[in-house]
């Protein structure tokens, strides 16, 4: 039998593993694409807050090249991995809620918030603050840049996902995807975005869209019905 458990508990259970279980996803030459894609839009030196930094992947590659970097995760797990992984660098890895980010306002030149992890909220209006607590700490004119996949593919799978991946008692789009652990079977909370979702919380944090990509490239343009990605570059302000 299924258990259902909220990401945080999950990302708990599997950091020692996280590396191994997800290497396809989480390997070198992925995040150095995802970084050269980061650093393009940033400016030298930048003081970034890595918003559900996970393992802390982006947070050191971007230390590494002379960015000040902060990450946060929700999950105690995945804050102690990061800080083991950093350990030849000074990054503050801290545990906390991207609803309620723990810093003042207008400290950060940029916030990111990579790898779907915006979909891992529970709540529509809990998401939105999200999105507004980054605006937040970003100084005025800085960069806040949200990773998610188009919202298009999960529209066009929408009987499939009602039927079989339905989260219990969510709101619209509330899914769950299935992973093993040992022998336990898990179901996990994720939430597919409408694009009107995307939208509303963006106003509602005064960010203006300066560019949405199809992939982490400069070339890779936003193609709604084709696109893998949905990932967008806004401006605060």
Known sequence: MNK??????FYNLIADSYD?????????SRTEKQVVFI???LAPCSIILDVACGNGRHSIELAKRNFSVTGLDIAKGMILLARRKACVFRIPFVVG???????RSSTFDAAICMWNSLQD????????????EMSRVVKQGGTVLI???NPYWAQKSRKHLEEKFRWPGGEDRDYCFEERVGNERFRVFLHYFSHQEIEDA??????????RYGDYSLDAKFLSNESEK???VAEKG
Do not use: S, T
């Open 230 to 232: 949905c990932i967008i």
């Open 121 to 132: 909220v529970l709540g529509v209006a809990q998401r939105k603050i999200a999105v507004q």
């Open 147 to 149: 990773d998610l996949p």
């Open 97 to 103: 809620d991207m609803v309620h980010l723990p810093f």
């Open 20 to 28: 191994k279980r997800y290497v396809n996803f989480v390997n070198p």
């Open 39 to 41: 650093k393009e839009h």
């Open 202 to 211: 963006l106003v509602a944090a005064d960010l203006r869209v300066i560019e």
């Open 4 to 9: 259902y458990l909220v990401p945080r508990d």
